[in-house]
T-cell receptor
Framework: GENVEQHPSTLSVQEGDSAVIKCTYSDSASNYFPWYKQELGKRPQLIIDIRSNVGEKKDQRIAVTLNKTAKHFSLHITETQPEDSAVYFCAATLLRDSNYQLIWGAGTKLIIKP | DVKVTQSSRYLVKRTGEKVFLECVQDMDHENMFWYRQDPGLGLRLIYFSYDVKMKEKGDIPEGYSVSREKKERFSLILESASTNQTSMYLC??????????FGPGTRLTVT
């Protein structure tokens, strides 16, 4: 079936360095790719998303890039801070029986070392 | 501000019990979802609903059922709880735009 693979499962970076999380998807019809952040004990929340007609989107220290040909997209966090520590999930849309849902990656635990 | 609430944050049930998890959203969203979250497996879709009284199976519906009698409320039912259903359960809703809004989660332990 359709799936989304996310790597790495754990990422540890020094505070101030950049972090990159990568996802690949299998459904070529996917057209919406959100990233959610889940802090410890809290609910997942949308931090940035990108649509298939755009190659890159940036919001302050966070950016997402999309390569439709290769079917992969990445989250980039620059100048990492302690509050960036969380689990990050990528997702891609899947159209099923005229209703669309999200297929989720397994998550990346990002650890920011002081 | 969208609010999605779940009936319990923590729940402990015995094997074989019938369990009800309730989710309520206050934004008149058409779409609602139930996920379970397990370490290393991400978010797996159990059931979703795109309208009142409508439901669709997700990827792991076995052992679960759902009910949506009112637009704002989506219930997940474990007919006969088993230990392998010990997990974090997350409800979400989505309106006309794409963002899914999550509830705080229910950590269910089945003993």
């Amino acid at each position: 079936g359709e799936n989304v693979e996310q790597h790495p499962s754990t990422l540890s970076v020094q505070e101030g360095d950049s972090a990159v999380i990568k996802c690949t998807y299998s459904d070529s019809a996917s057209n919406y790719f959100p990233w959610y952040k889940q802090e410890l004990g809290k609910r997942p929340q949308l931090i940035i998303d990108i649509r298939s007609n755009v190659g890159e989107k940036k919001d302050q220290r966070i950016a997402v890039t999309l390569n439709k040909t290769a079917k992969h997209f990445s989250l980039h966090i620059t100048e990492t801070q302690p509050e960036d520590s969380a689990v990050y999930f990528c997702a891609a849309t899947l159209l099923r029986d005229s209703n669309y849902q999200l297929i989720w990656g397994a998550g990346t635990k990002l650890i920011i070392k002081p | 501000d969208v609010k999605v609430t779940q009936s319990s944050r923590y729940l402990v049930k015995r094997t074989g019990e019938k369990v009800f998890l309730e989710c309520v959203q206050d934004m008149d969203h058409e779409n609602m979802f139930w996920y379970r979250q397990d370490p290393g497996l991400g978010l797996r879709l159990i059931y979703f609903s795109y309208d009142v009284k409508m439901k669709e199976k997700g990827d792991i519906p076995e052992g679960y059922s759902v009910s949506r009698e009112k637009k704002e409320r989506f219930s997940l039912i474990l007919e006969s709880a088993s230990t392998n259903q010990t997990s974090m359960y997350l409800c979400a809703s989505r309106g006309r735009v794409d963002e899914q809004y999550f509830g705080p989660g229910t950590r269910l332990t089945v003993t």
